[in-house]
């Protein structure tokens, strides 16, 4: 870049976007990188405040902002993802479906810590959908060296930084514990809310079994799901520490691979995540906690989207949930656009 006059830079092309700001009327580019300064846009720019302008110079080593946003969008972008035009050196990335949106946060902090460039995104581990803005990227300075650009792609690693995993259909098997209910002495509330979580993903309800608080019923009526083709087991109710409480035992009876019993969440400290391997297939098996039933949001809406999505959910995700892990139950819920389960 070399600096000149605005009243002499005519013929000249500017190596940056210039924004013009009108307050509750406009904000955005008055004249593109790449522009040709022509007599009559001499005015524009001293109204926005341009007595002196950098003009572009290619120098051997260096990249425009331009160059560099591309490079970054090249570390980010992946499968069901679309890019914006360049505006004022920035980039940014939308989804192109209902999913799981995944960061490899090693990465994306290796890279913004390399200083002179920054990609911002939205929290991974939580469902996006269509049309949801995923992240942004630019470098700061006007002109970076290429050789950072190396150190980025470097600091990256070979694979991209983000990830849209998509919904799988799945068959779901439900199974009601408790002898007050399997009796008919109370009606059963937990069925239906569950029901109606999983109706917001591509889903078929293979049935409800009621079983009483035997675990060997409990352990048979989850195998008979299984045999039926069941690609997720929910279990409900009989999950505390009480003596008639048998869930967690009859899930691992299974066979089951419990991943954890209990996790750092509240509502949902007695949530039980495991996996059944069926014909080279995990299947996720899920006790859920009493709250489930009657608190607005808990535990289960965050470990249900990345079941749908075939995310296998790990020990150590479900220790990291202890921070952002309270609901802070608010009078209006704005969840997912809250730090409920930001933690992982």
């Known amino acids: 870049m070399k600096l000149i006059e605005t009243k002499n830079a005519v013929g ?90 995944k960061v490899k946060k090693e990465g994306l902090f290796a890279v913004n810590a390399l200083g002179e460039m920054m990609i911002a995104t939205r929290h ?71 029901k109606e979580k999983l109706h917001e993903f591509p889903t078929e309800i293979l049935g409800q079994t009621y079983v009483d608080d035997k675990k060997e019923h409990i352990t048979q009526a989850i195998l008979e799901f299984l045999e039926k083709g069941a690609d997720l087991v929910v279990c409900t109710g009989g999950m505390s520490v009480d003596p008639d409480d048998c869930t967690p035992g009859a899930i691992m009876n299974t066979g089951a691979e419990v991943v954890s019993y209990g996790s750092p969440v509240l509502p949902g400290a007695m949530l039980l995540v495991s996996y059944y391997e069926k014909e080279g297939r995990m299947i996720p098996i899920l006790g859920l906690p009493g709250c489930v039933m009657y608190a607005n949001r808990t535990v289960f809406d965050l470990v249900l989207p990345r079941v749908m999505a075939d995310d296998r959910i790990t020990r150590e995700e479900l220790a990291a949930l202890g921070e952002g892990g309270l609901c802070l139950n608010c009078e209006v819920c704005t969840f997912p656009n809250c730090g409920f389960g930001k933690g992982w």
Request: overall charge neutral; some cysteine; aromatic content about 6%.
């Open 124 to 194: 991974g581990n939580f469902p996006v959908k269509k049309g949801d803005k995923l992240a942004g990227m630019r470098i700061i300075p006007l002109v970076i060296a290429q050789e950072k650009m190396e150190k980025a792609k470097k600091a990256a690693g070979e694979e991209p930084l983000l990830e849209i995993l998509p919904y799988h259909k799945k068959k779901v098997g439900i199974v009601t514990t408790g002898n007050e209910v399997y009796k008919g002495l109370i009606k059963d509330t937990f069925g239906p809310v569950i």
């Open 12 to 101: 000249h092309v500017l190596c940056h976007d210039i924004t013009q700001i009108i307050k509750g009327e406009k904000k955005g580019p008055v004249f593109r990188k790449g522009h040709i300064v022509r007599e009559e846009d001499i005015p524009v720019l001293l109204s926005v405040g341009k007595e002196n302008l950098y003009v572009w110079e290619k120098q051997e080593g260096m990249l425009h902002e331009n160059e560099g946003a591309e490079i970054l969008r090249d570390i980010c972008i992946n499968r069901y993802m679309s890019e914006s035009d360049i505006k004022e050196g920035k980039i940014e990335l939308t989804a192109e479906i209902d999913g799981v949106f």
